[in-house]
């Protein structure tokens, strides 16, 4: 009605014809948008591609443009490889350990009635708790001497570990550790996938026979929570990717230890070498971006239905 | 193929509501029972202590003479229709239909991801199972849809698949809840149609869940009717709709609903409308209000009459096709409305505005005390107000 209405007032405007007002008219709606969009995350974005081409220090007062010089530095400094392949490890260990221990836990939780919300602050306790102030307790907890868990092997006859100075047991040990900060809040994306799923989808599967444990399983539950399955798989590796603080107050990136990020810290911030760190980030950033792709589109297939 | 149902004495309670109390139901092998009353009444929670899903706090389910109350659902040789399908989203309308047979034949291990290809025998029961999905689906007429997801069906498609799951392992009871009351008006009537096709062509018992009375009237060979956990009546559906139990049922059964109207019974035992006898009388020593129960298609409307009769103001008629529904208000009090149906071809002016009459036939009128329980009546000799 308002169409009909306002047509003919409209038509009055000689000068343009109707496919380039349109076109102005969108062009209109869509600045606000960009431009915010190029201010926050363009630019920025921008900054560090070209920072990352240069040997811009802080403090320094000329710069110099390098082309791809920072990146084949990086790509042959035998530091930063042994950080990416940490890096690799310690998402290869957080990423399956927090999807199944996540859902494992989330599975228990969902089948208590009254000690529900008991356990669902309990596990999420970890994740409200700062990772800073609870490494310390980590670094007691497991120190060769004096801490709880030595004792606990050497009472039960195994020799004593090295959890934070034995070069091989680092990543894996800080990978517990994330590991113990992250399930709690893939609990409660579980527990939110759980709920929503219909009643009568159990009801039709015991109809059909399989209600057994297993076949529920695998007939509603998990195809059913596909979709929270990949978001929470999505999230997780992204904050494996991000390791950072336990890397910095546990072992500080000693031998074994190097992450990526620590190891952009190091640069940017310890040796002040602001372009070679940017160039770091850029790596970091495609790894990141790579993965996510790859996931959604591998995830995506099967999710969706 | 086809079993009886029994159930003695079922209770139900969650928590400190009561839910069911003491419904005591037969149902003959073959039968199409329909399940009905008001929104709440307890019609799913007793489906679903019938089929295994729900357990009773009292009471006894038998399913062909054997109880049933220990044993789980798929080893009671149910089915069950649920009103939103409940189709798994990410299986094709095959997988779905598959699900319960493979569930049957294949032990765990061979159903399990990835370990199942070791199965030698799998193949072979698979390819005896998709020959028994197509011959369900020629049935249904779901041929074409089977690749499909769910997602990708439109609701009538979606039920016939689940209809298809339901039959495909021969179960002696299917229990149907609501399962139409998703689809639009048209594909509902065919839908109908289809379920009561099906019901003459597998004989097997049904026991169908439904808000609607016309579908109940239409399906069923018998109705149960359920009005807060009790079970007001049970009968086929001309008995609930020409000897109503209770206000009730009879308010219940019957579209347009029946008119209720107050009236009391004078000590003489008649039964006087307003200030006006009716021509009907109570069952002895029965005296004080009563509710006096009509429906539309047994008044009839007299324009010029000069015998004492309870009048109306004609506010609207409407055309329903074949018939034709007049709103009157009584004149007595304008509060208490009344809805006459008459045939579309009766003759008769029927101005809004317009006072009428009214009349019925004694014999027709339903009589209904304080407690809305049914009361016999007896006509009298002199019929009154009322015409023949
Ligand atoms: N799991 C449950 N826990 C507690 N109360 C329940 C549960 N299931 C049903 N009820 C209650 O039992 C009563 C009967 O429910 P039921 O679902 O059997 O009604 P219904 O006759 O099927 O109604 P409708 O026509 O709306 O489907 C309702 O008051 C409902 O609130
Ligand atoms: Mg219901």
Redesign the pocket.
């Given at each position: 009605m308002t169409t009909l209405a306002l047509a003919p007032a409209i038509d009055r405007v000689p000068q343009r014809s109707r496919p380039v007002r349109e076109w102005l008219a969108g062009t209109l709606f869509v600045v606000p948008a960009t431009m915010l969009l190029l201010a926050i995350i363009i630019a920025p974005l921008l900054c560090l591609l070209i920072l990352s081409m240069t040997d811009y220090e802080i403090g320094a007062m000329q710069i110099r443009w390098l082309g791809l010089g920072n990146f084949e530095k990086a790509l042959s400094d035998p530091v930063f490889r042994r950080a990416m392949g940490n890096t690799l490890l310690y998402v290869a260990l957080v990423l399956p350990g927090g999807v199944i221990l996540g859902l494992l836990v989330a599975l228990l939780v969902h089948g208590r009635t009254r000690s529900r919300a008991f356990y669902e602050v309990a596990y999420f306790l970890p994740v409200t708790a700062t990772l800073i102030a609870m490494a310390a307790v980590w670094q007691f907890l497991l120190h060769p001497k004096l801490g709880p868990v030595n004792g606990l092997l050497k009472a039960a006859g195994f020799p004593e570990m090295g959890f934070i100075s034995e070069p091989s047991l680092l990543i894996p040990t800080l990978a517990v550790i994330g590991l113990w900060n992250l399930i709690g809040f893939n609990m409660i994306l579980f527990l939110a996938g759980l709920t929503a799923i219909p009643r009568d989808l159990y009801d039709a599967a015991e109809i059909d026979g399989a209600g057994g444990p297993i076949d529920r399983f695998l007939t509603v539950t998990w195809p059913q929570l596909a979709p929270t399955t990949m978001f929470v798989a999505v999230t997780t590796s992204i904050t494996a990717f991000k390791v950072f603080d336990t890397v910095a107050v546990l072992t500080r990136g000693r031998d074994g230890s190097e992450v990526l990020l620590y190891a952009i810290y190091l640069e940017g911030f310890q040796y002040f070498k602001i372009g070679y760190s940017a160039a770091l980030t850029v790596i970091f950033l495609a790894f990141m971006l790579a993965f996510s792709v790859f996931q959604a589109f591998q995830l995506d297939r099967r999710v969706h239905y | 193929m086809e079993h009886s149902l029994e159930l003695t004495r079922i209770s139900k309670a969650?928590?400190k509501?009561g839910?069911l109390s003491e419904i005591d139901l037969t149902v003959e092998p073959g039968e199409f029972l329909s399940l009905v009353?008001?929104?709440?009444?307890?019609?799913?929670?007793?489906l679903r202590i019938i089929a295994g899903l729900e357990r009773q706090d009292a009471g006894q389910v038998r399913i062909g003479g054997r109880p049933v109350d220990d044993l789980s659902p798929r080893a009671r040789n149910i089915a069950m229709v649920f009103q939103n399908y409940a189709l798994y989203p990410h299986m094709s309308a095959a997988e779905n239909i598959a699900l319960p047979l493979m569930v049957d034949r294949l032990s765990l291990p061979e159903r399990l991801p990835l370990i199942r290809h070791l199965s030698l025998r799998r193949k072979r029961i698979e390819a005896a199972i998709s020959s028994e999905i197509g011959k369900v689906a020629e049935a249904l007429q779901i041929e074409p849809l089977l690749a499909r997801k769910p997602g990708q069906l439109s609701g009538g498609q979606r039920q016939r698949v689940a209809l298809a799951r339901a039959m495909v392992r021969q179960p002696s009871l299917f229990l149907m809840?609501?399962p139409l009351s998703n689809l639009d008006a048209q594909l509902r009537v065919h839908m109908r149609d289809e379920l009561t096709e099906l019901h003459r062509r597998l004989g097997a018992t049904f026991i169908y869940?439904t808000?609607d009375q016309i579908e109940a009237m239409t399906m069923s060979t018998r109705i149960a009717m359920?009005d807060g956990g009790r079970l007001a009546q049970i009968g086929s559906p001309a008995d609930l709709y020409e000897r109503p139990a209770s206000l009730t049922v009879a308010r219940f059964i019957g579209s347009p609903a029946i008119n209720i109207l107050p009236a009391r019974v004078d000590p003489q035992g008649h039964v006087i409308l307003g200030t006006l006898p009716t021509g009907l009388a109570a069952p002895e020593g029965m005296a004080g209000p009563v509710s006096l129960g009509l429906r539309p298609e047994h008044i009839r409307l007299h324009s010029s009459c000069d015998r004492a009769m309870p009048m109306a103001t004609l506010r609207r008629s409407e055309h329903h096709g074949a018939d034709r529904l007049l709103h009157l208000d009584l004149a007595e009090d304008r509060q208490t409305g009344l809805i006459v149906r008459i045939p579309q071809d009766e003759t008769g002016h029927f101005q809004p505005g317009e006072t009428y009459g009214i009349g019925f036939a004694p014999e027709k009128a339903h009589l209904f005390n304080s407690s809305g329980q049914r009361l016999g009546t007896r006509p009298l000799p002199a019929r009154i107000g009322a015409a023949a």
């Open positions: - | 969650f928590g509501a839910v009353g008001p929104s709440g009444c307890g019609k799913s929670t007793l809840d609501e869940v808000h359920l």
